[in-house]
């Protein structure tokens, strides 16, 4: 029996991770610009300039209005770039201090385009201030709005990190527990080799020797793979199990093996065929007087990658499919595949078990 392993808690996302790293200068001084423009085209959608004056002089008009307006941008855009690199964490002080790097910039422009004599610049103060009023609104609403698309990624980034980090977790809890499975050897499988193995030394010494041989394979078998398991170790771990029981049960046991060969250095997950495997000889092979046939296939089907067992013993029983091994491999493959694995059991005709195991194909990367 497999140990307990204790719940991988479940990290929780922040509803608001506000990003607390300097603003990038250059999309702020794109995103003031292309805002200029935006406003800039104002001048163009009035007929009254249209009907007074000729298309040229309405062009270069607009031209003096967008470097106006694109003046009084990169002001505050510069403005608020840097008082984003000011060390004051995320908060209501950061938002007055963004805030006032708005109004400092659209004052400082509306000023520079003033000192300068700039014919677009208002004359009084009122004038003046109602520019930069304006100017306030809208780069403030703009900057809210790229605080919010900020704050969104963020949000989205640290979910993705929380969910990373609760699959490493969780196979690091899968790792810890098949590094139990492999070095548990279920006592009464061990027990009943060993006496067999001694019986046989006695009476036939060359299939003593045969046993030996099949044990020792099955030993060197389940030991931990470096790189995380591929088809050939499982395939292996299998054949060496199965050669040792076919022999304690004297002849009650066939075992047939169709595996594609293209197939064995393909990622697997380890101890998922042997644990079908160790529960079709246990539960249907073993109770049926005469014994049976076991059949192991892997083939790949479109993207996916089938694995089946197949007994003829005795079929389903009160608990087939319930056991703590299966229930393990299931777990696995939803950790490791997501949807996109599955064990499933049905009925074989015209007597026995059909125990298919279903993982994405992937191409098989370089062996550790």
């Known amino acids: 029996m497999p140990p307990r392993a204790d719940p991988v808690p479940t990290p929780t996302v922040p509803l608001y991770a506000a990003p607390a790293g300097p603003w990038p200068v250059g999309p ?11 406003v800039s085209t104002q001048y163009l959608a009035q007929p009254f300039v249209w009907r007074h004056w000729p298309w040229d002089e309405v062009l270069l008009g607009w031209l003096e209005v967008l470097r106006d307006r694109a003046v009084v941008a990169v002001s505050i855009g510069l403005l608020l770039v840097a008082a984003s690199r000011l060390p004051i964490a995320p908060g209501p002080t950061r938002i007055a201090v963004l805030g006032s790097a708005v109004l400092i910039g659209a004052t400082a422009g509306e000023l520079g385009l003033r000192a300068s004599g700039v014919a677009g610049s208002p004359p009084h103060a009122a004038g003046l201030l109602s520019h930069v009023l304006r100017w306030t609104i809208v780069a403030a609403c703009i900057a809210a709005m790229w605080h919010v698309r900020r704050n969104v990624v963020a949000v989205n980034a640290a979910a993705h990190a929380l969910e990373l980090r609760r699959a490493q977790v969780e196979r690091q809890a899968i790792d810890v527990r098949l590094e139990s499975l492999r070095g548990q050897i279920e006592p009464h499988f061990l027990f009943n080799t060993l ?3 001694r019986r046989l030394l006695q009476v036939d010494p060359t299939e003593g020797a045969r046993l030996v041989a099949h044990f020792v394979r099955f030993l060197h078998s389940a030991q931990p793979a470096r790189d995380g398991g591929r088809l050939q170790q499982e395939i292996d771990l299998v054949s060496a199990y199965l050669g040792v029981v076919a022999q304690r049960m004297d002849g009650r046991l066939q075992v047939r093996f169709d595996v594609a060969e293209d197939l064995l250095a393909h990622p697997f997950p380890p101890l998922s065929i042997a644990t079908l495997v160790e529960n079709a000889v246990k539960h249907g092979i073993a109770p049926a007087p005469g014994g049976g046939t076991l059949a192991v296939t892997v083939h790949r089907v479109g993207d996916t990658l089938e694995a089946s067992v197949i007994d003829s013993g005795v079929g389903f029983s009160g608990h087939s499919g319930t056991g703590i091994g299966l229930a393990n491999v299931r777990a696995r493959l939803q950790t490791l595949y997501g949807s996109a694995g599955a064990l499933e059991l049905h009925g074989h005709a015209p007597s026995g078990v059909r125990a298919t195991l279903r993982i994405p194909f ?6 550790a």
Do not use: D, K, S
């Not at 702020?28 to 935006?38: D, F, K, T």
């Not at 992937?362 to 062996?367: E, L, S, V, W």
């Open 28 to 38: 702020v001084l794109l995103a003031g610009l292309a805002i200029a423009l935006l």
């Open 195 to 197: 006496a067999t193995m």
């Open 362 to 367: 992937q191409p098989p990367g370089p062996a």
